[in-house]
């Protein structure tokens, strides 16, 4: 047999204060991270993965030219494919496709605009985002929490002085879950593709982009003992 449950509700003696704090920031972004596709194709396996391989050198020199910016780069999904003619007795080998996905985390944001439109110029190349994020330790994180148990305290003293009652003693803090929301790429992301280069071409125009503003949201609950009410 299983004990019974303690009702947290006190006694006219010692009664017990429920409430619940919450906390919303809006705060700058910290970092952006740029999604990059480098692809390359041909008839000829050998020559569609030297072409790949040129491709995701210079992106990657690109991004490491940049290192004072580019705090991160890290290289995802490779794939290369073979592209088939329609299925039947004669079914062929038509090309070959490859593909190198690239994520790089900027901190610095003054020079984000001009490395898109430079890293978007490359051959064969596409460039998404960027996507505005948080570290997972900023101290918003913890700023928010801080905001949330501070009007938590207020609340509970508030409903305490409308029952002519003090607080005495916090009797529990549970957090309930620390939530920050983060934005998508904003509307008209950048997504820019070229099907090659070419010697001579004009400088790549740099973009203006505006950090998008990130939501932080923290939320507890806390159990407070107060003095008898008078009623």
Known sequence: MT?????????????????????????????????????????????????????????????????NAVEKIETGLVTIAPQLTEKGRHERIRSYHGSVYITATLTDFTILGELTTRIAELPFTRVTGPWWALRPHSPAHAEARRRAVQEAVQRAREYA???????????????????????????????????????????????????????????????????????
């Open 161 to 231: 002085a409308a029952l002519g009652a003090e607080l005495t003693a916090l009797l529990e803090l549970a957090d309930d879950g620390a939530e920050h929301t983060g934005h998508a790429a904003p509307p008209g992301g950048i997504r820019r593709a070229r099907a090659g280069g070419y010697a001579g071409a004009a400088p790549a125009p740099e973009l203006d982009l505006e950090p998008q503003q990130q939501s932080v949201h923290a939320q507890v609950s806390a159990r407070f003992a107060i003095t008898p009410p008078r009623l």
């Open 3 to 67: 004990a019974p449950e303690l009702l947290p509700y006190g006694t006219p003696e010692t009664p017990r204060l429920s409430v619940r704090g919450e906390a919303h920031l809006q705060v700058d972004p910290e970092i952006a991270r740029l999604s990059i596709a480098v692809t390359a194709r041909g008839t000829d396996r050998t020559t569609t993965l030297q072409d790949l391989t040129h491709r995701n050198t210079q992106a990657l020199n690109l991004l490491k030219s940049h290192s």
